[in-house]
């Protein structure tokens, strides 16, 4: 057993967020995106919280020993009770405070020792297993608060194995394809798209291997490496079309395409596979190549040295490029190999001393796309200034303020462009800040830093003195105005449900709290509230915004589900609706309630 007082962040949270490959004008790339549509405000908040808890752990040192407690526990294979060996335990405080891990011996067991009082949430990590529940459904954090001078015993942790999906990729004649990205995508709660949750390229001989598959269904998609074809110069064209004949004397264009298991280019007639757990499924999938199109057209209003570069972004997740040597002199371009679908063409300049951006949307059928015009418009700053109220003195330099589109799609796809996640500005020490190049569209603004984890709210944001709290449309320069107070409202209390035939309520542990705001705030991220239940049932949600809330309390509740509008109106019945004001502090009982998937 190993104990680390002076680890912040655990491995499993570095591991979910690929921050490493996250920069100012990058996207992620295929291999990255595994659920991150849901895992992003999730990860940020915590990795937050957890840079404040670096900062302020050693003012914990002078606590005194007598007052230091102890967590111990089993971690047990399920089903069944076989103890579970080399488990990595992460102990996490929710506040400023140190952290802890341990690992689990043969037996099962795990001790900490030496634990500063308050609450915590504990991690489980093995490879090959997840954690779950007494009712077998996933679980990835358990709450539990330490009072001073007490112990946690007996605690009792199950770890499901994971499934697997295999299987090798060959082309028309029967060869191994290698460099194909494969990814296991399920179905979003709430919603008819679909998330990447495991992906995998093929090797030398075509396999590939997707692991630690929670139990359910799965759709197999495998996405073929870049064609060179599409890449070659604009100049390299058939004599048919330079001669201006046009498509009749062009031949048909062929690529390996998307491919979804059993063998479809589309998704629609996708068949599921089903894996249990401990399952190794076997899928294979023949890549055989399809007819594509090309997509021709015009950049106009671009400086002279600017190099504008076209990209061509499938709604249904793929992504293809036109590199910057297919534009040429006239502002002419051609992207090749274009599957049929619906797509967002981008074209912006990579070079001069402001960036010239420009979108339109395409529909490809069963022809080429010709005669399209791009007019890039410039970008434009925007400028702000943070006031923060407090009673206690605050560094601005803590926070940045992110600026996000309002509107994002349901699906972003695999590549996720810096749109998706937003730009950060960081405050400096007078409150000031900027975003530059920014595109002409709606946004909304958010505040993230290691001091807003505690009762800080976003009290207000104008643009030109008037209120955009909500939102606002950028055409042009301005200058934003956000004040911060640390008089948030805060709303504890106990999580109950009646035991089975008896009358008295009983707490419920690990539940997911809720607070809901009003319709009109339900885009912004930052006005929803949420906690979780300890082992007493106790949960507390702080830096509420002034106003109405509807509270829910949940279990087996699938990440940011609460955030679907037709779940929360399935679940307008079970909610409790409480006012909150500026610096109030509210204790509620709440009752677990049903959260049947929509």
């Known amino acids: 057993m190993s104990e680390a007082k002076d680890l912040c962040i655990p491995r499993t949270l570095h591991r979910s967020f690929p921050f490493d490959e996250i920069k100012d004008g990058m996207t992620i790339g295929l291999g990255h995106r595994l659920a991150f549509s849901t895992l992003i405000t999730r990860c940020l908040a915590i990795v937050?919280?957890?840079v404040g808890a670096c900062l302020l752990s050693s003012a914990q040192d002078s606590v005194p020993a007598a007052k230091m407690s102890s967590i111990a526990g089993t971690v047990i294979k399920d089903p069944g009770s076989l103890p579970l060996k080399k488990v990595l335990i992460q102990v996490v405080a929710e506040a400023q405070g140190e952290s802890y891990t341990a690992s689990t011996e043969a037996d099962g067991h795990f001790r900490v020792e030496g634990v500063v009082p308050g609450r915590y949430s504990i991690f489980l990590e093995r490879t090959g297993f997840v954690g779950v529940n007494n009712r077998g459904r996933k679980s990835d954090v358990n709450v539990i608060t330490i009072q001073a001078g007490t112990s946690v015993e007996d605690l009792l942790f199950r770890m499901l194995p994971t499934a697997t999906i295999t299987g090798r990729i060959i082309d028309e004649d029967g060869d191994p394809v290698s460099g194909v990205r494969i990814f296991a995508l399920r179905k979003k709660p709430g919603k008819t798209t679909r998330e990447a949750v495991s992906s995998n390229a093929t090797h030398d001989l075509g396999e590939y291997r997707l692991a630690?598959?929670?139990?359910?269904?799965?759709?197999?998609l495998a996405m073929p490496p870049p064609d060179f074809r599409d890449y070659e110069k604009a100049s390299e064209k058939s004599p048919s079309t330079a001669a201006g004949n046009g498509n009749s004397a062009e031949s048909p264009d062929t690529r390996y395409l998307a491919t979804y298991y059993p063998g479809t280019n589309d998704p629609a007639q996708a068949a599921p596979v089903e894996v249990k757990a401990a399952d190794e499924i076997l899928v294979n999938l023949t890549l055989v190549p399809q007819r594509t199109y090309r997509i021709r057209g015009t950049v106009t209003g671009i400086p002279a040295g600017q190099k504008p570069a076209v990209e061509l972004f499938s709604k249904a997740g793929d992504s293809m490029r036109a590199n910057t040597s297919e534009i040429g002199p006239d502002g002419q371009f051609e992207i090749r190999g274009v599957a049929p679908g619906s797509y967002i063409m981008k074209v912006a300049t990579e070079s001069g001393p402001q960036a010239l951006t420009a979108h339109q949307d395409l529909n490809v059928a069963a022809a080429d796309v010709e005669g399209v015009k791009l007019v890039p418009q410039p970008s434009f700053t925007i400028s702000g200034h943070l006031l923060i109220e407090s009673t206690a003195a605050v560094e601005p330099t803590q926070f940045v303020v992110n600026l996000r589109q309002a509107e994002l799609p349901e699906d972003p796809g695999f590549f996720m462009s810096q749109d998706f996640f937003g730009t950060n500005a960081q405050v400096d020490r007078q409150g000031y800040f900027q975003w530059k190049d920014v595109n002409p569209g709606n946004?909304?603004?958010?505040?993230?830093?290691?001091?807003?984890?505690?009762?800080?709210?976003?009290?207000?944001?104008?643009?030109?003195?008037?209120?955009?709290?909500?939102?606002?449309?950028?055409?042009?320069?301005?200058?934003?105005?956000?004040?911060?107070?640390?008089?948030?409202?805060?709303?504890?209390?106990?999580?109950?449900?009646?035991?089975?035939?008896?009358?008295?309520?009983?707490?419920?542990?690990?539940?997911?709290?809720?607070?809901?705001?009003?319709?009109?705030?339900?885009?912004?991220?930052?006005?929803?509230?949420?906690?979780?239940?300890?082992?007493?049932?106790h949960f507390i949600i702080r830096g509420l915004a002034p106003g109405t809330y509807t509270l829910y309390a949940w279990q087996d509740v699938d990440e940011d589900l609460w955030r679907d509008p037709d779940f929360l109106r399935s679940q307008e019945a079970n909610g409790t609706t409480l006012k909150v004001e500026e610096g109030s502090s509210q204790k509620v009982e709440l009752r677990l309630s049903p959260a049947a998937e929509v």
Request: charged content about 20%; overall charge negative; glycine content about 14%.
């Open 48 to 50: 937050f919280f957890l």
């Open 212 to 220: 630690g598959l929670f139990p359910g269904q799965y759709t197999v």
């Open 443 to 537: 946004y909304i603004a958010q505040v993230f830093g290691s001091a807003a984890q505690g009762n800080f709210y976003v009290k207000s944001v104008t643009l030109a003195g008037r209120d955009v709290a909500t939102g606002f449309a950028a055409s042009g320069p301005g200058s934003l105005d956000l004040r911060l107070s640390s008089r948030g409202g805060i709303i504890e209390g106990e999580v109950v449900e009646k035991e089975k035939d008896i009358d008295n309520d009983h707490p419920v542990p690990n539940a997911t709290v809720v607070a809901v705001p009003e319709e009109k705030y339900r885009k912004i991220p930052d006005r929803f509230g949420t906690g979780s239940s300890d082992q007493h049932g």
